[in-house]
């Protein structure tokens, strides 16, 4: 197989990769997305969100608004701080598969 046999070949795969994990996406990516749609409804009730956008400091303001979650993150509940370490994860591995599957590589059921 010469070079340009070869280049045609690996281009034709990756978009076969592509179309398969995208195919393959909604298997992997919507479990992912009801966990962390329950997560964030669980923590709905235990957090007033209009309360927190309210007391919080602007966008713009980036070291006050870092302080002022960090802040809120370590004065409240274990309930809340393992309901928001488990959504960071959720939209962590759905980000993940998100990349993988644009790649050209495919998303698997086994990993988290």
Do not use: C, H, W
């Not at 409804?41 to 303001?61: D, I, Q, R, T």
């Not at 802040?71 to 591995?93: D, E």
């Amino acid at each position: 197989m010469n070079i340009q046999e070869q280049i045609l070949k690996d281009d034709i795969m990756k978009r076969v990769r592509f179309v398969y994990g995208m195919k393959a996406l909604p298997r992997v990516f919507l479990p992912k997305l009801a966990v962390l749609s329950s997560l964030v409804a669980v923590a709905g009730f235990f957090v007033s969100m209009p309360n927190v956008l309210k007391n919080m400091p602007s966008l713009l303001e980036i070291p006050s608004f870092f302080g002022f979650f960090t802040a809120a993150f370590l004065n409240t509940s274990t309930t809340i701080q393992l309901l928001s370490l488990g959504t960071i994860a959720v939209l962590f591995y759905m980000v993940r598969d998100i990349v993988n599957t644009v790649q050209g590589r495919t998303p698997s059921l086994l990993t988290a």
